[in-house]
């Protein structure tokens, strides 16, 4: 099958699995806005976060090495995944001897040790399907990826629905919600792939598990230094201000996920045509004209929704969550840049430079954090906005140039910073303006300039999709 018809079927089929999912978290703002105050919502997306980061930490992102080497051909699978659940056992018994400490920690109005249970149950669960998760894509079972995107979505609804309507549990309920849909996805995986099959209690090549620790391990801090650019600000802003500062810039947080919806189910078919192609004479051109398609979609998408981001707040959250619209724009931007990013570690996940992909994200995290410090106590939320904005440049440009070493992509540069300038433009003229018909007629005319430029891609990446979507319905 010719590469780009490839890509474009395995992103076809992880959008039917995952974009339904994707679409589930903005459908769902609505109900939980209405069901919990803005601390709740607030105290809730902490309790989710910190799970998020420990996950890496405890199971030493195994899932990823489950990806990459069961991506390998010649790779003995049962080994692979026998690693991966060896290593997420052994993780989760150290992890039990933190309880306590973990317990003690307190930010602001928000204390920890209130959700200590409910943190371990989603780290074991989570962490379990994520590993899980991967492998079976690595395996190249991308439809029963899919699938089980469709029925953790239908588990998801169903299970906060019931647990924040009906039961009233409310930060307990949105989490046990999480927690319950992770469980059935596990559940399936193991019935449709037979995944213990995959799992041996006898000896494994000792060579096998330590590449595998050796290629996730400096994942582990990546991932950490990740959640630093992305999640680390909303514990700021609770320690700087307090849990309902937090709960409004949450849900902004949320309305760019318009874009991550789409990139995410891309770089899912993304880093396996990515790991394919590798070994091509000209993977370079691969590279670069994917990534020009990519980014122009991505700068188009993100230039109507700052257009459009006040109208989706006022639909999407409760009315005591509307001021959240405010960091939207700015959060648009920082999202447009994390998704570049995400494209050049498709370089790192192909080389299996992890480190490299480590120290890039190190100079963001430092940036991130610095710039927390200064800008949220004397301009609030929105400092912290403009700081993962910045984060994602230092990352981007530090990937830029080190990746050069693998892989000569040839990027447009001025393109790519007037793109950024119109998204600056846009944010400037919607945060000083507000509102109004000069404000929208201004902002339509920049949108415009934006799908004008890239007008090429977008109908390169329309082409492509729909020439591919056709040919399913025949």
């Known amino acids: 099958m010719d590469k780009y018809k490839k890509l474009a079927t395995n992103t076809l089929i992880f959008a039917i699995g995952t974009f339904s999912s994707k679409v589930l978290s903005f459908l769902l703002m609505p109900f939980v806005t209405r069901m919990m105050q803005t601390g709740e919502y607030g105290a809730a997306d902490l309790v989710q976060q910190t799970a998020?980061?420990?996950?890496?930490?405890?199971?030493?992102?195994?899932?990823?090495?489950?990806?990459?080497?069961?991506?390998?051909?010649?790779?003995?699978?049962?080994?692979?995944?026998?690693?991966?659940?060896?290593?997420?056992?052994?993780?989760?018994?150290?992890?039990?001897?933190?309880?306590?400490?973990?317990?003690?920690?307190?930010?602001?109005?928000?204390?920890?040790?209130?959700?200590?249970?409910?943190?371990?149950?989603?780290?074991?669960?989570?962490?379990?399907?994520?590993?899980?998760?991967?492998?079976?894509?690595?395996?190249?079972?991308?439809?029963?990826?899919?699938?089980?995107?469709?029925?953790?979505?239908?588990?998801?609804?169903?299970?906060?629905?019931?647990?924040?309507?009906?039961?009233?549990?409310?930060?307990?309920?949105?989490?046990?919600?999480?927690?319950?849909?992770?469980?059935?996805?596990?559940?399936?995986?193991?019935?449709?792939?037979?995944?213990?099959?995959?799992?041996?209690?006898?000896?494994?090549?000792?060579?096998?598990?330590?590449?595998?620790?050796?290629?996730?391990?400096?994942?582990?801090?990546?991932?950490?230094?990740?959640?630093?650019?992305?999640?680390?600000?909303?514990?700021?802003?609770?320690?700087?201000?307090?849990?309902?500062?937090?709960?409004?810039?949450?849900?902004?947080?949320?309305?760019?996920n318009f874009i991550i919806m789409f990139s995410s189910i891309f770089i899912d078919a993304w880093q396996l045509s990515a790991v394919d192609e590798y070994e091509s004479e000209d993977k370079a051109d691969f590279f670069t004209k994917v990534f020009r398609v990519y980014s122009g979609g991505i700068f188009a998408a993100a230039s109507m929704l700052i257009l459009l981001c006040q109208f989706f707040t006022k639909i999407l959250v409760s009315k005591a969550f509307y001021d959240s619209w405010q960091y939207v724009p700015i959060l648009v931007m920082a999202t447009s840049m994390s998704c570049l990013v995400n494209f050049l570690a498709s370089v790192y996940m192909a080389e299996k430079k992890s480190v490299m992909a480590m120290v890039t994200a190190l100079s963001g995290a430092a940036t991130n954090v610095v710039l927390n410090l200064i800008l949220i106590p004397r301009i609030g939320a929105v400092g912290a906005a403009v700081a993962t904005v910045i984060s994602f440049i230092v990352v981007f440009a530090s990937r830029g140039l080190n990746t050069r070493r693998y892989i000569k992509i040839k990027f447009n540069t001025p393109l790519l910073a007037a793109e950024f300038a119109v998204l600056a433009a846009q944010c400037a003229v919607m945060l000083i303006m507000k509102t109004g018909v000069v404000m929208y007629a201004i902002e339509a005319a920049l949108v415009l300039a934006m799908v004008l430029v890239n007008i090429k891609p977008i109908k390169e990446l329309a082409g492509l999709i729909l020439t591919k979507f056709l040919k399913k319905k025949r």
């Open 52 to 256: 998020n980061v420990l996950i890496p930490i405890v199971f030493l992102q195994i899932n990823s090495a489950a990806l990459r080497f069961a991506l390998d051909k010649a790779a003995d699978k049962r080994g692979v995944f026998t690693v991966g659940v060896r290593t997420t056992i052994q993780g989760f018994i150290v992890f039990l001897l933190f309880a306590y400490p973990l317990s003690k920690i307190t930010i602001n109005d928000f204390k920890l040790g209130d959700y200590i249970i409910l943190i371990y149950v989603f780290v074991l669960v989570s962490g379990t399907r994520q590993l899980c998760q991967q492998f079976v894509r690595g395996m190249g079972h991308v439809k029963t990826f899919a699938i089980d995107g469709i029925i953790a979505t239908a588990t998801t609804l169903l299970f906060t629905i019931l647990f924040l309507g009906p039961f009233k549990w409310g930060v307990t309920g949105y989490i046990v919600a999480i927690i319950a849909s992770d469980a059935c996805s596990i559940v399936f995986f193991f019935i449709t792939q037979k995944l213990w099959r995959y799992v041996s209690f006898g000896k494994i090549e000792k060579k096998l598990k330590r590449d595998m620790l050796k290629y996730s391990v400096p994942l582990m801090p990546t991932i950490i230094l990740w959640w630093v650019i992305n999640v680390s600000d909303r514990y700021m802003v609770t320690g700087f201000i307090d849990s309902s500062a937090n709960g409004l810039y949450t849900a902004a947080s949320k309305i760019p």
